[in-house]
């Protein structure tokens, strides 16, 4: 199993400049996230899922948007890119109340 | 919101030490995890609990709830150990984790 994949690994985007992060897993978990992890700081949490065509704000949303058309995807979407969006975003997902599962990452850098 | 302190923030250890990383929340909760997270970023769960105690293989992790309170313990540390631990609590049933800031380790040989 793959389990949890994004895409892409490391991206530089200029201020202003809209970009689509890419999350799938499959192991049929209904419970999807989006963190992301600043220097210093721990993960917070941007957006969730809890099935197909159900999302929910997290702690940190503004800038972002997400969709969940199938259980297998959960893409995050930055609109006009800015300097403070500059992060490491996870994807993670999870059975009800069960341990989640992380993706590898994708270093965001926003100049 | 549950609020989760890990302490130390940053720990250095010999090989062969016996490390404890300590977390507290807040607020009661349905469950705890451990998480490790290697340099290079990619994050792995190493424990979920809700009482007691739980093993895998040199780390043991407690936890208790009256205290709110949790411990990680790893014996004989290895190089290999050196991460960020990272504690993580959920207030109930489906409700989103809530992330402690991490605790440093460095395993010198």
């Known amino acids: 199993n793959a389990g949890v994949t994004q895409t892409p690994k490391f991206r530089i985007l200029k201020i202003g400049q809209s970009m689509t992060l890419q999350c799938t897993q499959d192991?049929?978990?209904?419970?999807m996230y989006w963190y992301r992890q600043d220097p210093g700081m721990g993960l917070k949490l941007i957006y969730y899922?809890?099935?197909?065509?159900?999302?929910d704000k997290g702690e940190v949303p503004n800038g972002y948007n997400v969709s969940r058309s199938t259980t297998e995807d959960f893409p995050l979407r930055l609109e006009l890119a800015a300097p403070s969006q500059t992060s490491v975003y996870f994807c993670?997902?999870?059975?009800?109340?069960?341990?989640?599962?992380f993706g590898p990452g994708t270093r965001l850098t926003v100049t | 919101k549950n609020e989760v302190e890990q302490s130390p923030q940053n720990l250095t250890a010999q090989e062969g030490e016996f490390i404890t990383i300590n977390c507290s929340y807040s607020?009661?909760?349905?469950?705890l995890h451990w998480l490790q997270q290697h340099p290079g970023g990619g994050i792995v769960s190493l424990f979920m609990?809700?009482?007691g105690k739980k093993k895998h293989g040199r780390l043991i992790a407690t936890i208790n709830i009256q205290e709110k309170h949790s411990s990680l313990h790893i014996t004989a540390s290895h190089p290999r150990d050196s991460a960020v631990y990272i504690c993580?609590?959920?207030?109930?049933?489906?409700?989103?984790?809530?992330f402690g800031k991490g605790t440093r380790l460095s395993v010198i040989a």
């Open positions: 993670a997902s999870s059975s009800l109340a069960g341990e989640q599962y």
């Open positions: 192991m049929n978990h209904n419970y």
């Open positions: 899922s809890v099935g197909a065509g159900i999302t």
């Open positions: 607020v009661g909760i349905s469950a």
């Open positions: 609990l809700s009482s």
């Open positions: 993580a609590v959920r207030s109930s049933g489906n409700t989103p984790l809530v």
